[in-house]
T-cell receptor, first 117, second 111 residues
């Protein structure tokens, strides 16, 4: 069964360093998302991406964050200068074109645990 | 502001019990209500509901949506220890499809 994959599973970085989190969405999906979950808190929306551009972003997604689809399969989240409060689990999700109800289902990857020290 | 509220926050039951998890939502441009099961890591998709009053079932799990009262429930019958997890409810909007999550209900099923 197709699934969303993410690498690395765990990333440790020092404050101020840049990190890139990678995702491979389900192959025929066209909408891509990043969410994060700080330990013990809710899953929070960061950004949605469609047709090679950001379609929506949350207040969390400030200038330190960027997303890119560098080729036909990968979808990346870059944090330019990490802060302690960026420590969280980052989930990538994808869904298909909304031509029928089931296309709105979002499928999540296993997550990357980012630890900023 | 969009919000999704789940109750109870945690629940401890014994195997064989039936549980009902609640989710209320206020989501601008609401399109769908999704339920996920989160064990160790990624939320695993359970159900998506878009129409009021139509129950969706998968084995011992079922869910229904009330769009008038802005409410959904997830039922689990004959619970098993493998049902122990955090159950997440999320409201999806019609435009970009972003999901607004509730804080989750942590279900613990004791043998």
């Amino acid at each position: 069964e197709p699934e969303v994959t993410q690498t690395p599973s765990h990333q440790v970085t020092q404050m101020g360093q840049e990190v890139i989190l990678r995702c491979v969405p389900i192959s025929n999906h066209l909408y891509f998302y990043w969410y994060r979950q700080i330990l013990g808190q809710k899953v929070e929306f960061l950004v949605s991406f469609y047709n090679n551009e950001i379609s929506e972003k949350s207040e969390i997604f400030d200038d330190q964050f960027s997303v890119e689809r560098p080729d036909g399969s990968n979808f990346t989240l870059k944090i330019r200068s990490t802060k302690l409060e960026d420590s969280a689990m980052y989930f990538c999700a994808s869904r298909g074109l909304p031509i029928r109800d089931s296309s709105y289902e979002q499928y999540f990857g296993p997550g990357t645990r980012l630890t900023v020290t | 502001e969009d919000k999704v509220v789940q109750s109870p926050l945690s629940l401890v039951v014994h195997e064989g019990d039936t549980v009902t998890l609640n989710c209320s939502y206020e989501v601008t441009n609401f399109r769908s209500l999704l339920w996920y099961k989160q064990e160790k890591k990624a939320p695993t998709f359970l159900f998506m509901l878009t129409s009021s009053g139509i129950e969706k079932k998968s084995g011992r799990l079922s869910s229904i949506l009330d769009k008038k009262e802005l409410f959904s429930i997830l039922n689990i019958t004959a619970t098993q220890t493998g049902d122990s997890a955090v159950y997440l409810c999320a409201g999806g909007d019609v435009q970009g499809g972003k999901l607004i999550f509730g804080q989750g209900t942590e279900l613990s099923v004791k043998p």
